[in-house]
């Protein structure tokens, strides 16, 4: 059997250092279930409780059940000259319900002196005094050693020295960090394949690369081919600087190239699907050239190109797209196929006959072509397979709706949106004032039907998100926004698009409310809450 590589995912903590990058609790979550279904094994989520937002998303995940995935918790070793025990950090890490805490110590005396002002001698023992700590609460600990590969040109006895440290106070996991990003391929392989000689026996090694001389995937593949069994990435390599080596790329190339064990075989398929879904969530424009997973991965232009591929793919390209879930002609997201739209129709309780699949995959090609992207979209993929069942009731007319921005000369900026519906033979004219133009809409429009639709009040907006499509066109570019939206027990996201920003918001905001209103989630909504268990 194929021998077994983990892959550890730090887009949650690492990935948001990225120029840009911000998710609230709940995307975060939404990343983590992405990256359990791919088939990740551990999944960093940031340090419990380091701001109240950190706090939320600890105590939601918590909260979750993962069928691959542990949820590791991230700090650092204790301060200098002080107990672990008494360190409040580590505290909250022993406190939190991680299984596994990955703590980051210093290796390099280059920053022992100039950063941390620490002794050497003082540092070991931090390392090793919070790894027992931490052991000694029942955690399973990785150690990550910072600058590991700037200390081995340094002084490589010292590092070792560390690593030892941390190993012999119970870490279970040495990962190497090429934390500047500053190594090639050739001197991991050399610091690795000393390190798992030494101590590869007693604990596993890791790998922790950025991609700063552009070789993070590079270092990643030569240290796992060194005895590195465990290897942290982010998804599409996001992060600060450079980004960090490229899980997507990373997975692909360990499974299909290498021959590891690391997912199976149908989670491998989630690939393209999930790295562009976690790209949406993170409002990150897709990159077409991204191997394996990027829109033009499998595209194939010239004519000579388009002739060899058909009559035998291997001739033009290196692996077989389905592998990771792409598609070779046309480059169209992963709902356009029948299973997918049959299943999620399942799930939805809608009954939907062969013909119907069929026009719905037509739909969302077309759809994608004019710039809509509804693999975050549950909630609009949810109407639109309704609309071709048959089974779709729009909660009003619309007869039109208009908005007033106004600024004033003391700087104040006020908006008011009236709007024209008709429900059940009934006409409602309402006005409503609101920070901005899609609050005063959505304002307007629930002030409007709030009564005939008493579960709207459940149905709250959570996040807006907006990107510019064809930026070359500048003002006058197409606008995508994506909402989304939640009633307490569960969130969807919708989606608009429009040269009109205000058009678009309005088209995912009706949406977002259709969806919210759908049967199954107005049931949900219905039943009591579960009652309250006071623990142990
Ligand atoms: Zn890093």
């Not at 990785?142 to 200390?151: G, L, P, W």
């Not at 907006?466 to 939206?485: F, H, M, N, P």
Request: hydrophobic content about 40%.
């Amino acid at each position: 059997m194929a021998e077994q590589v983990l892959l550890y995912d730090t887009t949650l903590r690492d990935g948001m250092q990225g120029e840009g990058m911000s998710l609230s609790a709940d995307e975060k979550v939404r990343v983590a279930h992405a990256l359990d279904e791919l088939g990740v094994h551990l999944i960093e989520a940031g340090f419990p409780s380091s701001n109240p937002k950190e706090e939320a998303l600890f105590e939601l995940l918590a909260g979750e059940s993962f069928a691959n995935a542990e949820i590791a918790a991230f700090g650092m070793t204790r301060r200098k000259d002080s107990a672990a025990a008494d360190d409040p950090a580590l505290r909250l890490l022993a406190d939190c319900f991680a299984p596994v805490c990955t703590i980051v110590g210093k290796t390099w005396s280059l920053h022992l002196e100039k950063v941390t002002r620490v002794d050497p001698e003082e540092n070991l023992r931090m390392i090793a005094d919070s790894v027992a700590f931490l052991r000694g609460t029942g955690k399973r600990v990785i150690y990550d050693a910072e600058h590991f590969f700037d200390a081995w040109a340094d002084d490589s006895a010292y590092a070792l020295r560390c690593l030892r440290a941390a190993a012999e106070a119970g870490a279970e996991n040495l990962t190497l960090c090429d934390t500047n990003g500053a190594t090639l391929p050739a001197q991991i392989a050399e610091a690795t394949a000393t390190v798992v000689a030494e101590l590869g026996d007693t604990v596993q090694v890791g790998i922790h690369t950025h991609d700063d001389a552009g070789c993070g995937v590079a270092n990643s593949l030569a240290a796992v081919e060194q005895g590195a069994r465990l290897v942290q990435g982010t998804v599409n390599g996001y992060g600060e600087r450079c980004g960090n080596a490229n899980l997507m790329t990373i997975l692909a190339n360990l499974q299909l190239k290498l021959g590891y064990d690391c997912v199976a075989p149908g989670q491998l398929e989630r690939l393209t699907e999930t790295a562009h879904l976690i790209d949406e969530l993170c409002n990150v424009s897709p990159n077409p050239n991204q191997p394996y997973v990027g829109a033009n991965a499998f595209a194939h232009k010239g004519g000579m190109h388009v002739a060899g591929v058909n009559r035998d793919a291997r001739t033009f390209e290196h692996i077989d797209p389905e592998q990771v879930g792409a598609d070779r002609r046309l480059l169209i997201s992963e709902l356009s196929g029948k299973g997918t739209v049959e299943a999620r129709a399942a799930k939805t309780g809608v009954a939907l006959d062969a013909e119907a699949a069929a026009r719905v995959v037509e739909r969302v090609k077309e759809l994608e072509h004019r710039g809509y992207h509804l693999e975050a979209a549950d909630g609009s993929f949810d109407l639109l397979i309704r609309k071709e069942a048959g089974d779709y009731e729009p909660l009003f007319r619309l007869e039109s709706w208009r908005v007033i921005v106004e600024k004033q000369e003391d700087g104040k900026v006020q908006t008011e949106a009236t709007i024209k519906i008709w429900v059940g033979g009934e006409r409602f004219v309402r006005t409503s004032e609101g920070n901005g133009p899609v609050n005063a809409l959505d304002n307007a429009l629930r002030d409007a039907i709030a009564e005939t639709y008493p579960h709207l009040g459940d149905i709250e907006l959570v996040n807006y998100k907006v990107r510019i499509l064809d930026e070359s066109k500048g003002t006058g570019a197409a606008t995508r926004v994506l909402l989304d939206a939640g009633d307490g027990s569960e969130t969807w996201g919708t989606i608009g698009v429009s040269e009109n920003i205000i058009e678009a918001s309005w088209e995912a905001l009706v949406d977002s409310l259709e969806a919210g209103m759908l049967p199954a989630r107005v049931e949900r909504g219905r039943q009591p809450a579960a009652p309250e268990v006071s623990s142990p």
